[in-house]
């Protein structure tokens, strides 16, 4: 991947006002990577060679990985205080990729620069407020403050040429501006380096063996993906000793920060991604705002729950149990026991109407057309997210061509049946539609609506996830109890954290590993914490460079 970030950011924008203007540091900063060409650039060689082992114990390869908007935030408040009132147009990663964390999603190019330029600014002259008094010799005091902070934002002390530059940029800009203020401008530099956006790992040249990381490059790394932000104090004392590259101290640390509440909510952030709920709301039609509101909060209550429970995934896709407060009550037909939004209980719902977040009125939401469900959103649902399958795009005029093939005035049951025996339709439909089938009784708000309804299905998979179903109760239980759906959720968690899809070659080893992982512990913590100790983690094959 191309980044030259600080060539980007520094040599080619435009910076026309008095923080962020040219000067010689930014001329050093652009020399210290190079105004041309790639960090961790290995020349013209071919990629390597696919892989002839197939293991849970194999290296991937891993792409360059850039901040996201979400963990770049977090860090920011780590380094400066979560109450730094600063304004923000970092850019949010691309849309069209499975999830925020993929290095694909969050570039560096020219629509991102001034972005990323424009809040390290604000941050900076915020961070000016906030610099401590200097009594005696000002570039000392610079010098003690930016050591310190660098040395937290790079996750590691910085080099003598890094701190250099920093310096360089508050003595030019000392001339012009108080203490403060050039501390506040050399602040905002650092918050543009590669070395602070970037987690810079050394990646072996193509067809060489892999490379075990560092210890520092582990810890950034374990750090970022496990507590969304940076190491603290006793990862720091890990890293420093070197008994970070054990792998039992690496999941050590993993399930300590996961248990930590910046741990959970990053965890969170993954499960509602996996979801595809992050982010959603209904349009108001089908969720008022306060409903809206009161959803989101039983969703994210649901989630503890299912974090903190021994059977984690059998919580999380068929569990009976939920919260509910005063608006949830009128929703789900409950008697008025709750004191108001902020009073929530624990209520037990009729076993067809609540199948853990299966039936969640979000997702039956995110997956219907306003206030009509579909059976297609519902059913591709679960088989790429819960199955790891693979669906194509649809075909250009798709939606045309089912007005064409369905008769004028079909029930939805008749118009899926159309698809299906279409013969160019038929073949990916069949893979979503007989499943979306078993959520027919929950409409587009996600409410239980079962009159008359149609609610027979049918799953069909390479594994022991298949048959005949009659509801989403018999769904959830078919899926609970085959080895391949908790697989898949180790896979997707995988994926999430290395930042990509694995290669072709790389399929069967994931496979193996996400395997290993799923047998690991049926509580997720423990689970998604195993992936720390695994190679994969910890160490690096070459990434094949695309043309």
Not at 184 to 194: D, F, T, Y
Not at 334 to 348: A, F, I, T
Not at 425 to 448: K, L, N, Q, T, V
Request: with cysteine; charged share 20%.
């Amino acid at each position: 991947m191309t980044v030259a970030l600080a060539c980007a950011l520094l040599c080619d924008a435009t910076m026309d006002n008095r923080w962020l203007r040219p000067s010689s540091w930014a001329w050093g900063l652009c020399l210290l990577v190079g105004c041309t060409g790639d960090i961790g650039d290995t020349g013209d060689e071919p990629g390597p060679s696919p892989s002839d082992v197939c293991s849970a114990d194999a290296a991937f390869g891993v792409p360059l990985y850039r901040l996201n908007v979400t963990q770049y935030h977090q860090v920011v408040g780590e380094l400066f205080g979560s109450d730094l009132a600063y304004e923000s147009s970092f850019p949010p990663p691309l849309t069209g990729y499975p999830y925020s964390t993929y290095a694909d999603a969050n570039p560096v190019a020219g629509s991102q620069v001034q972005p990323i330029m424009a809040t390290a600014e604000s941050i900076g002259m915020a961070v000016a407020d906030r610099v401590p008094a200097c009594s005696g010799d000002e570039p000392a005091c610079a010098s003690s403050f930016l050591t310190d902070i660098a040395a937290r934002a790079l996750r590691r002390p910085p080099a003598d040429d890094e701190l250099a530059i920093l310096m360089t940029i508050y003595g030019d800009a000392r001339a012009e501006m108080d203490h403060a203020e050039a501390v506040g401008l050399a602040v905002s530099g650092l918050l543009q380096l590669p070395q602070f956006l970037y987690l810079l790992e050394e990646v072996p040249a193509p067809g060489a063996e892999p490379r075990a990381l560092d210890a520092q490059e582990i810890g950034q790394r374990l750090a970022l993906m496990y507590g969304g932000g940076l190491p603290d104090a006793d990862l720091f004392a890990a890293i420093d000793d070197g008994s970070i590259l054990e792998p039992d101290v690496r999941v050590a640390h993993a399930r300590r920060l996961l248990e930590t509440p910046q741990g959970t909510l990053a965890l969170k952030g993954f499960l509602q991604e996996w979801l595809m709920v992050k982010g959603f709301s209904a349009p108001e039609t089908v969720h008022p705002a306060e409903l809206s509101q009161a959803l989101g909060e039983q969703l994210d209550r649901d989630l503890d729950a299912a974090l903190s429970s021994e059977d984690g995934l059998s919580e999380l896709l068929v569990g009976t149990r939920t919260q509910v407060n005063s608006v949830l009550e009128e929703f789900y037909g409950l008697p008025s026991q709750s004191s108001g939004p902020d009073d929530w209980r624990e209520v037990e719902l009729d076993a067809e109407q609540r199948v853990g977040v299966l039936t969640h009125p979000v997702l039956m939401a995110r997956f219907a057309h306003g206030t009509s469900p579909s059976d297609i959103l519902r059913g591709k649902f679960v088989r790429m997210s819960l199955l790891c399958g693979n669906i194509a795009p649809p075909p250009a005029g798709a939606q045309q061509a089912q007005a064409e093939i369905a008769p004028e005035g079909a029930t939805p049951r008749e118009q899926a049946q159309a698809r299906l025996d279409h013969p160019t339709c038929g073949g990916c439909h069949h893979m979503m539609d007989p499943i979306g089938f078993g959520f027919s009784a929950f409409d587009g708000a996600g409410r239980y609506a079962p009159d008359g309804v149609d609610v027979s299905g049918v799953i069909n998979s390479p594994g022991e996830v298949t048959g005949e179903f009659q509801g989403v109760r018999e769904l959830g239980e078919l899926l609970v109890a085959a080895p391949e759906v908790q697989s898949c959720l180790a896979t997707q968690f995988v994926r999430y954290s290395l930042g990509k899809t694995e290669s072709a070659e790389e399929s069967c080893s994931m496979d193996q590993l996400s395997l290993s992982l799923s047998e690991e512990s049926t509580r997720l913590i423990d689970m998604f914490a195993a992936l720390a100790g695994a190679p994969a983690f910890a160490e690096r094959a070459s990434e094949e460079v695309q043309p």
